[in-house]
């Protein structure tokens, strides 16, 4: 198996450099504190200027862990909010996502804006994402980083994922009838990933993996994937009990292609179903070291080795200096 890469950029301090691009980060979010923290943390290191926060809960307890760090933006997703974006807390999330980040997004002038969801992390191998811009020429509108899906492996050390896989490559780690919760590309999520969007584009409005520009047409120049050694860090999957919490809805909202649909509807309404599931969900899930060598081998595994605590505790380290806030 191939070496851990180390997760943390080296060089220069990305956080306190004055720059004349800036990188903004937003998402919108409803998570424990926890992670709240650690994506901010992440952020800082990958070179962001403000992480703009919008909280789904505008009663979030994180709220009053982050919002007097000089690098972060709280916006509280009130009705008022909603609102004002025509839109109600009713409204499908993704409705009120796209339209909450285009508002965000036409906040920023200058520079660089990353939309990405509370469980997407991007990760570039030796630099951080500030340094990969900063390479970019003016031309470049919009940059997408390809996604890298982690995946369970007890009693391992580091964080391991999976890239895209096709055909044989997919067959020989998932078996050559496969597992219907692994979609085509070799993952359970999306394989399309994130994107980062020059600001300033007149009429663009974001969608959840890219920008379109005023025409409908996609502000996206560049792909940057495993060749690049660029990715999206997908923390899909957070265990098989929030996974069979949430499946009845995601059978109703079409969450599942068609195949797995009816697999997981045979399964959930069979009287011994429950084994079955709990065994497709572990086959795409979990993985021991002889599976994660069948992922070296079709070239679709990543191992990192980091620590979301330590990153945490820098960017929460007591500050002398006093917040900016420009939201």
Known sequence: MSRFHTGAPKGRDVTSARRSAPLIVGTIMRET????MRFIAWYLVQGADRVCILF??????????VQDHPQVDCIRCTPEFWRELELTPGDRFTRRQNHAM??????CREGWFLNVDADEYVWLDGRSLREELETLPDVVRGVRILTAERIQTPGLP??????????AGRAKVYGPEGNPLIRRSGMIGHHIGKAVTRAG????FLRQHWADGPGGERLQDLSLGRKEGAYLLHFHDAGYETWRAKLDWRLASSGFRDIAVEALTKLRDAPDGEAGMRALYDHACLFDLERLEELEQVGAHLGLDFDFDVLVE??????????????
């Open 33 to 36: 504190p926890e992670v709240t």
């Open 314 to 327: 820098a960017a929460f380290a007591p500050r002398s200096e006093p917040a900016r806030r420009v939201a």
């Open 201 to 204: 584009i007149k009429g663009a």
């Open 56 to 65: 789904d809960n505008p009663d979030d307890p994180a709220i009053a862990m």
């Open 158 to 167: 580091g964080h391991h994922f999976r890239l895209q896989t096709f055909g």
């Open 102 to 107: 285009t508002w965000l997004y036409r906040q």
